[in-house]
């Protein structure tokens, strides 16, 4: 059974830091683009920050962009979104998803991603 399942979620004060995780399981990830997408309560889903099956190529939101950072550890199965400087925005549950054959480089186009995690809630707050 293909999941994907995040991790690293929590409470943290503005300007803090966290590493998010998304682990594989039932699959490899080295042919799926990965991408970070985010909800908070009563706004649309987001992309976050997006990365091609290479790594060769990532994708951020302008919101996020010099604060986040994605990668991905093919040999883990695993693709992290390490968050620096956050702030009471960021709030929001973050999912990541997978798309399979990584056809789209890292597009952040939630519609092309085909596979999807259960969520982790961020909550940046003093």
């Known amino acids: 059974q293909l999941q994907l399942v995040e991790s690293g979620g929590g409470l943290v004060q503005p300007g803090g830091s966290l590493r998010l995780s998304c682990a594989a399981s039932g699959f490899t990830l080295d042919y799926y683009a990965i991408g970070w997408f985010r909800q908070a309560p009563g706004k649309e889903r987001e992309g976050v920050s997006c990365i091609s099956s290479s790594g060769g190529s990532t994708n951020y939101a302008d919101s996020v962009k010099g604060r986040f950072t994605i990668s991905r550890d093919n040999a883990k199965n695993t693709v992290y979104l390490q968050m620096n400087s956050l702030k009471p925005e960021d709030t929001a549950i973050y999912y990541c998803?997978?798309?399979?054959?990584?056809?789209?480089?890292?597009?952040?186009?939630?519609?092309?991603?085909?596979?999807w995690g259960q969520g982790t809630q961020v909550t940046v707050s003093s």
């Open positions: 998803a997978a798309e399979a054959f990584g056809m789209y480089g890292s597009s952040c186009s939630a519609d092309l991603y085909d596979y």
